[in-house]
């Protein structure tokens, strides 16, 4: 049994000033240097710096209890691509989605064609496939958004010009450690206004698949 997870990324408020001290406290001897390292993905494995994300003030969720009072019944989040889910599902912030299923089912196939629709209602995504090369996902994608199995070469320039600057691939297959999967996430947010993150698969982060506290 696998799972491929989709997580849609509740973005962090940017507190410099707090984070310049709380860093210069911690690291004064390379203070100088931190926000430079901040753009490398090494930096965001320091559970230390997670704890300046978690810190907000409150008036940052005022629109969100204004929304919950004021359109209770209404749908929240990013559509799936089928019109018949639009009032039943949606993507949200600030939570994760598992497609479940047996290998060979389906389940990144799926994942592509959310993806797909996902740039079509302007979101920025990233993939971390940890079973398929990136050009084999985008292979996929293609099929999916052309609509044909050997697409031209112009309905595949259209098509990448279409994604713009909204998709992005984390190149790594195999293995990898839990830990900096979840830090790639924070980079993703942080650096390039991720909104949703695909992981493919749960299976590949290092986890036994009987080991529940760490899944």
Not at 90 to 100: N, S
Not at 156 to 177: A, C
Not at 197 to 210: W, Y
Request: charged fraction near 20%.
């Amino acid at each position: 049994v696998d799972l491929v997870v989709l997580v849609r990324i509740n973005h962090m408020s940017q507190k410099v000033d707090f984070l310049s001290s709380l860093l210069y406290t911690k690291f004064p001897k390379w203070y100088g240097n931190i926000f430079e390292s901040a753009t490398n993905i090494e930096f965001y494995v320091d559970d230390n710096i997670f704890l300046v994300y978690d810190i907000n003030e409150y008036y940052d969720y005022q629109d969100e209890v204004i929304e919950f009072f004021t359109k209770p019944s209404e749908a929240k989040g990013s559509k799936l691509p089928w019109e018949k889910t639009f009032d039943n599902f949606r993507l949200r912030l600030g939570e994760i989605t598992l497609w479940h299923g047996m290998n060979g089912h389906g389940k990144s196939q799926v994942v592509g064609q959310v993806i797909n629709s996902l740039v079509s209602q302007d979101l920025k995504i990233c993939i971390a496939s940890f079973e398929m090369h990136p050009y084999a996902t985008l292979q996929r994608m293609t099929r999916q958004a052309t609509g044909t199995a050997t697409p031209t070469e112009s309905f595949i320039n259209n098509y990448f010009t279409w994604l713009g600057d909204k998709l992005w691939m984390y190149d790594q297959q195999g293995t990898v450690n839990g830990d900096r999967v979840i830090a790639v996430m924070y980079y993703c947010a942080e650096q390039l206004g991720i909104q949703h993150f695909v992981i493919d698969s749960l299976m590949k982060c290092g986890i036994r698949s009987d080991d529940m506290n760490a899944q």
